[in-house]
């Protein structure tokens, strides 16, 4: 989920564009009430939330290995491996499938508008 949302905020600086607030906002409440819904106590759910905030923006800082210009996109390797161990390594199979669905995603997000690209993101099919 936040390898989705952090590839909908890169579109959207590299567009141009400031990312939405409040779809940062929802995003978070939602985990939060589901934290919440599971049982979790007031102190669990702080913490849990800091870790996943802080998950979001290592994600999001890293995600990209190199910035080859404005509308190419290409996935850090070792931030993949750091958060999905079991793919294990680069030339794996799964890894390559894992790889190409996120670099399809980037491009098809990339290629819609602005406005329409949350509710587009939702019905992308790889």
Do not use: W
């Amino acid at each position: 989920m936040f390898i989705h949302f952090s590839i909908l905020m890169i579109i959207t600086k590299k567009k141009g564009n400031k990312f939405d607030q409040d779809l940062y906002d929802n995003l978070f409440h939602n985990i939060e009430n589901n934290l919440r819904e599971l049982g979790f106590g007031d102190v669990s759910v702080n913490k849990k939330m800091k870790e996943f905030n802080k998950v979001l923006y290592d994600i999001l800082l890293k995600i990209e290995s190199v910035k080859i210009g404005k509308e190419k996109f290409n996935i850090n390797d070792k931030l993949v491996l750091k958060y999905f161990d079991q793919l294990k390594d680069p030339k794996n199979t799964k890894f390559v499938e894992f790889k190409s669905y996120f670099l399809s995603f980037f491009n098809f997000c990339f290629e819609i508008s602005l406005n329409n690209m949350i509710r587009e993101a939702i019905n992308f099919k790889y």
